[in-house]
Each structure stands twice: as structure tokens, then as C-alpha cells.
């Protein structure tokens, strides 16, 4: 069983950053592929970023390329996303979610098997 637990999130204005950062413990950190989500209010949820077992595979959703970038530390067992010039359209809560096996990036979200609680990130204008 693997468990997640999300942190960064929090309040910032249009045009800022913010790192999220996702611990997981109870499997082969290795193994995982590794992935973020979001969900804002009234609507379904989304990918976000994804990233494979080694690190060598990424993927991005079109609506955050050249300003979100996902990360991996196979020796602390993390998963980060630099998340920088944010507009309003970025709030929700973010989610971490991790596959076994993630040789590949997945977009999908049945892919993954285990997710974490959530992060709020609140954008302002």
C-alpha cells in the first residue's frame, strides 16, 4: 500500500509561484509512476503533469507546458511541481497520485492506483 501526502499549497497572486511536493512511503519508490492532478469546484478532475519511474518520461497538459515542471527524487521518495506564473484558472485542490510499474508517463487518471488528499492552491487576481 502506498501512501501520499501533498504540501505547498496555499494563496498567491496571478503571476506567482509555488512548489507542491508529494512524500511517499509503503511502496518501491522507484517503481512508481508518478502523477498530479487538480480539481477545481463544479468541475471534473484533470491531469496535470506526469512522470515516469526513472525520470526519463514526462508529460504535461497543454494548459500548463513552459510554466509547471514536475520533478522526481528517487532517494527522498518525492514528487515536486514547480508551478510558476499562475493565473486564476490554476486554483484547485491539486492531487499527487502514483501507478505501479510507471515505465511510462500516464495521463490518465484510472491509471493510478493510489492518491493522496490534496493541496489547495488559491490563485487571485
Known amino acids: 500500500q502506498v501512501q501520499l501526502v501533498e504540501s505547498g499549497g496555499g494563496l498567491v497572486q496571478a503571476g506567482g509561484s509555488l512548489r507542491l511536493s508529494c512524500a511517499a512511503s509503503?511502496?518501491?519508490?522507484?517503481?512508481?509512476?508518478l502523477g498530479w492532478f487538480r480539481q477545481a469546484p463544479g468541475k471534473v478532475r484533470e491531469f496535470v503533469a506526469a512522470?515516469?519511474?526513472?525520470?526519463?518520461?514526462?508529460k504535461y497538459a497543454d494548459s500548463v507546458k513552459g510554466r509547471f515542471t514536475i520533478s522526481r527524487d528517487n532517494a527522498r521518495n518525492t514528487v515536486n511541481l514547480q508551478v510558476n506564473s499562475l493565473n486564476p484558472e490554476d486554483t484547485a485542490v491539486y492531487y499527487c497520485a502514483a501507478k505501479l510499474l510507471g515505465t511510462e508517463a500516464a495521463v490518465r487518471p484510472g491509471e493510478y492506483a493510489y492518491w493522496g488528499q490534496g493541496t489547495q492552491v488559491t490563485v487571485s487576481s
Open positions: 512522470i515516469s519511474q526513472t525520470g526519463g518520461s514526462t
Open positions: 509503503g511502496g518501491i519508490f522507484g517503481l512508481l509512476g
